[in-house]
């Protein structure tokens, strides 16, 4: 079986993520109640991608091509408990989103950073 690598799920030792989950977030929010703590993380959103599988009939060529970087970037959040959900935020490098011109409205909330060109030139 063939699988992707990805992620970065032992760039922190079990043991350390552990320690800090028992000791540290514990006495951090001991004084909080659940609907009060609030999680948040960015993703990226590479919207314009071709799908890297596809379904084929034997002896049937399958060709692809080079994966566009355009993205955005989202960041969601919620509270402990679930129950409230924050306004997704889009963060993109153009003041206008050029990407849902068409859109009636958006439930989300959006930024603008110029530097976010500068990243994607990186990849």
């Known amino acids: 079986m063939a699988k992707v690598i990805s992620g970065e799920s032992k760039a922190v030792h079990d043991n350390d993520s552990e320690n800090w989950i028992t000791e540290t977030l514990s006495k951090i ?17 590479f919207f314009q991608c071709l799908p890297q599988k596809t379904l ?11 994966q566009s970087k355009v993205r955005l970037t989202v960041m969601l959040g919620a509270n402990m408990t679930g129950h409230q959900k924050l306004k997704p935020l889009v963060i993109e490098r ?30």
């Open 29 to 45: 929010s001991k004084d909080q109640k659940p609907e009060n703590i609030f999680y948040a993380d960015e993703t990226a959103l």
């Open 56 to 66: 084929t009939f034997k002896k049937e060529k399958c060709f692809g091509g080079k």
């Open 94 to 123: 153009s003041k206008n989103l050029r990407y849902f011109n068409g859109a009636k409205s958006l439930e989300v909330d959006y930024e603008f950073n110029k530097k976010i060109l500068d990243d994607v030139r990186n990849l």
